[in-house]
């Protein structure tokens, strides 16, 4: 297994785009390219994923425990973060995330970050 070291953090938002269209808007799965300001990337391997489906603030409080404990593994609507560490067609390595909160009342999807850049660990 290849261990991986931040080179900077960015945490900017991106676009991104699908090659098929997501079953699930809210579970959309690792995308096939994005955009960054000027730049392009194809995704040509997705190294890793993993999710993040906690409730936060008043969030963690408005459910009974073993109904949170449910939505913290499966997730529920709105809540969490799916993070995918992809290579693109240049050999750069990513962290980036969909945020599955709505951005507003009309914009019910959430919205795709572009969290880190990595490099191997030598």
């Not at 939505?71 to 969490?80: C, D, E, H």
């Not at 067609?89 to 990513?94: E, K, T, V």
Request: charged share 35%; net charge neutral.
């Amino acid at each position: 297994m290849v261990d991986y070291q931040p080179l900077r953090f960015i945490q900017e938002p991106i676009e991104v785009s699908f090659d098929l269209p997501p079953a699930l808007e809210k579970k959309p799965g690792c995308p096939n390219r994005f955009s960054w300001g000027e730049e392009r990337f194809e995704i040509v391997e997705m190294l890793a994923e993993w999710h993040d489906y906690r409730r936060r603030g008043r969030m963690a409080r408005n459910m009974r425990p073993e109904h949170a404990a449910t939505a913290a593994r499966r997730g529920s609507w709105g809540v969490g973060l799916d993070y995918y560490r992809v290579r693109t067609d240049c050999g750069r390595i990513f962290d980036l995330y969909y945020d599955r909160a709505p951005v507003d009342a009309g914009r019910r999807k959430g919205a795709w970050f572009l969290e880190r850049e990595l490099a191997p660990i030598e």
